[in-house]
C-alpha cells in the first residue's frame, strides 16, 4: 500500500488562495493518475481535479479557472492550488488513485480540512 498524507488546509476568507499538498509514501506519479477529492459536511465525496503520469489534467467544473493539479515527482507530492475560494469549496479534500481499483486496494489519508468563510 501506499500512505497519502494531505495538508496545507486551514481558514480563508471568501476570494482567498490555499495550496494543498499530497504527499505519498513512494514513488507513483509517473505510472498511475492521481485526483484530489473533497467531502463536504453531510455530502458524498467528490472528484474535484485529475492528473495523468503524462501530466493531462482535468477538473469539475465548479473549480475550473480557479484550481490547479500538479506534481512534483522528485518530491513523490501532488498539489491543488485553490484560488478564489468561495465558501462552497469548504471541504475534507483527499488525494488518491484516480482509479476506483486502485483505491479499493489502498487506504485514504486523513484529509485536509478546507474552510473558507463568506
Known amino acids: 500500500q501506499v500512505q497519502f498524507v494531505e495538508s496545507g488546509g486551514g481558514l480563508v476568507q471568501a476570494g482567498g488562495s490555499l495550496r494543498l499538498s499530497c504527499a505519498a509514501s513512494?514513488?507513483?506519479?509517473?505510472?498511475?493518475?492521481m485526483a484530489w477529492y473533497r467531502q463536504a459536511p453531510g455530502k458524498q465525496r467528490e472528484l474535484v481535479a485529475t492528473?495523468?503520469?503524462?501530466?493531462?489534467?482535468n477538473y469539475l467544473d465548479s473549480v475550473k479557472g480557479r484550481f490547479t493539479i500538479s506534481i512534483d515527482n522528485a518530491k513523490n507530492t501532488v498539489y491543488l492550488q485553490m484560488n478564489s475560494l468561495k465558501p462552497d469549496d469548504t471541504a475534507v479534500y483527499y488525494c488518491?488513485?484516480?482509479?476506483?481499483?486502485?483505491?479499493?486496494?489502498?487506504?485514504w489519508g486523513q484529509g485536509t480540512l478546507v474552510t473558507v468563510s463568506s
Open positions: 492528473i495523468t503520469s503524462g501530466g493531462r489534467t
Open positions: 513512494r514513488s507513483i506519479f509517473s505510472t498511475y493518475a
Open positions: 488518491n488513485y484516480n482509479s476506483l481499483y486502485l483505491q479499493s486496494r489502498n487506504s
